[in-house]
């Protein structure tokens, strides 16, 4: 449900993020690597074993349909 406050805090991150990000990226944040496991939902299994097995380090697990 979308309330008034739920706007609020929207705009509230959206202007700290509109002032602060430039100077992150320029002092180096980088976004997390991404780990991409191809064929869809099919790849699910074989993801979470990567997860459980503490392959990941810093990335972000995604999966392309």
């Given at each position: 449900?979308?309330?008034?406050?739920?706007?609020?805090?929207?705009?509230?991150?959206?202007?700290?993020?509109?002032?602060?990000?430039?100077?992150l990226v320029k002092s180096g944040l980088k976004p997390n690597v991404i780990k991409k496991f191809d064929?869809?939902?099919?790849?699910?299994?074989?993801?979470?074993?990567?997860?459980?097995?503490?392959?990941?380090?810093?990335?972000?697990?995604?999966?392309?349909?």
């Amino acid at each position: 449900m979308n309330t008034k406050n739920d706007e609020g805090e929207r705009a509230v991150l959206s202007k700290f993020l509109w002032e602060k990000l430039p100077g992150l990226v320029k002092s180096g944040l980088k976004p997390n690597v991404i780990k991409k496991f191809d064929g869809g939902l099919d790849n699910v299994e074989a993801a979470l074993d990567y997860l459980r097995q503490g392959k990941a380090s810093g990335e972000k697990v995604v999966f392309t349909l």
